[in-house]
């Protein structure tokens, strides 16, 4: 098995527009394409991760509209599975208006699955008599089934759900004092490279990062190239990379490499939550994850004069680093993934781009950021995000440097254990057991939020 092209395959890919969002259109589309049929209905069950990133984001070409049904409209009209998550590049002014209409017709609906702790997303669409349902489970493009009439068409063994009715949004709110019960989705073994790479140590999993061939280079590339071209159109937005220019100019920020890295990824995000006509390079299924692993280590690579060469190679290891970090805390988790996976991803590869596989080092660093950063919960995608991508780059960069001068917490620091693989299984015991009704209180604010402003 090669990790780093497993990798790359199921976490590092482009994505047009907020992966989660546009996993519920590929999942309409997976339908809808099966159905055969034009699509007069369509349902979808979520789970609270997706549920919350969907809610106020742009869908790209979309009018400016938000929202995880407004994405799945538009790829149940579409039905082009094949495009994956860059499908809703096809779309033109008539299938705006057809997915307008079934929308807007009230013929959608989304259920939240309270207490669904792995990624689940659930499109049955439905024309002329017929049905078809597309599940994803264990990744953002991982089709674990698809039936039509009730006949199994693609995957196989029994989904299990909660058996609950559509909520209309209103996520199902536990019991005072309860924890939510997990919900079996359909019965997807964990991948093969994700076994093995949450059985590795740090230093193995970064070992792929230093035996590139010219593909990965160039895919590598490619992921930096989109990523930048982003970042160009975030200053139109006027969001946290505009603010943060206006605080330059005001005299309060310095023309510094900090001031440079966060300012090219801030307005990246900016840009990606405003709904930009343009695809991001993921890390970890995750668009803004994606800008924040190769931007980072890229901007500060370069301005620190760092071969080329070597800082594609700490790029690769940012990536591996944040599919490793998510094998501990879960795909999508109450914590930010800006914050924490991508932020302990580019502090190491900052770290391997002046002393390799330096364990001692990448400990020091990993634990800073965890020490910095550790429970800085996830509220949603959302232009705010940029705000959160700044705080990350910002301790990505200082953890990393002090660490390359030895700093760093001692293992009787808070989360911080005695390595850096002690320090993981720590943020994700806060994470998968210690916050577990983060979500289900955040999908209720979000909830009432929403109906106070009469949007329900």
């Known amino acids: 098995m090669n990790l780093l092209k497993e990798v790359f395959a199921h976490e590092v890919y482009p994505a047009f527009g907020c992966t989660e969002p546009i996993s519920c259109a590929y999942a309409a589309a997976t339908a809808a394409a099966e159905l055969g049929e034009p699509v007069e209905s369509l349902r979808l069950r979520v789970d609270p991760g997706t549920y919350k990133n969907g809610t106020a984001v742009v869908v790209p070409r979309s009018g400016g509209a938000k929202g995880n049904l407004v994405a799945a409209a538009l790829g149940a009209v579409l039905a082009r599975p094949d495009r994956k998550l860059e499908l809703l590049e096809e ?69 299990t759900g909660t058996g609950s009715e559509p909520s209309d949004g209103n996520p199902a709110k536990p019991a005072s004092g309860e924890a939510p019960v997990p919900v079996s989705s359909a019965a997807q073994p964990p991948l093969a490279y994700r076994v093995a790479l949450k059985r590795m140590s740090m230093a193995e999993a970064l070992e792929p990062a230093g035996r590139l061939d010219g593909d990965d280079r160039a895919y590598i590339r490619r992921g930096v190239e989109m990523n930048l071209a982003l970042s160009e159109l975030g200053f139109e937005v006027g969001g946290t990379a505009a603010q943060l220019r206006q605080m330059h100019r005001d005299g309060f920020l310095a023309e510094d490499m900090f001031y440079r890295a966060k300012l090219s990824v801030a307005s990246a995000v900016d840009a990606r939550m405003a709904g930009a006509d343009r695809a991001a390079m993921t890390s970890g299924s995750s668009g803004n994850q994606g800008i924040v692993a190769t931007l980072t280590p890229y901007l500060v690579g370069r301005e620190m004069g760092i071969d080329p060469e070597r800082i594609i190679e700490s790029i690769a290891a940012a990536h591996l680093v944040n599919a490793y970090v998510k094998c501990f805390v879960g795909e999508l988790s109450v914590i930010c993934g800006c914050a924490m996976a991508a932020g302990i991803a580019s ?12 364990l001692r080092r990448i400990t020091l660093a990993a634990g800073n950021v965890i020490g910095d950063l550790g429970g800085l919960i996830c509220d949603g995608a959302k232009p705010g995000c940029a705000m959160k991508a700044v705080t990350a780059v910002d301790s990505a960069i200082r953890s990393a440097l002090m660490a390359l001068k030895g700093f760093g917490p001692s293992s009787d620091d808070g989360l911080v254990g005695q390595t850096v693989e002690d320090s993981l299984r720590n943020l994700g015991r806060i994470t998968l057991e210690g916050m577990f009704q983060v979500d289900p209180t955040l999908l209720q604010i979000i909830h009432d939020k929403t109906a106070a402003s009469g949007k329900a």
């Not at 997915?99 to 959608?108: N, Q, S």
């Not at 502090?347 to 330096?358: E, F, L």
């Open 91 to 159: 779309t033109t002014e008539d299938v705006l208006r057809r997915a307008t209409e079934l929308y807007g017709a009230g013929r959608c609906q989304i259920e939240c699955m309270a207490g669904q702790s792995d990624f689940h997303v659930e499109a049955v669409v439905a024309g002329r008599g017929h049905e078809a349902r597309c599940i994803l489970a264990g990744g953002h493009t991982r089709v674990a089934r698809v039936e039509k009439d009730g006949q199994v068409v693609r995957g196989a063994g029994e989904e």
């Open 347 to 358: 502090a190491t590869a900052i770290v391997y781009q002046q002393s390799g596989i330096d």
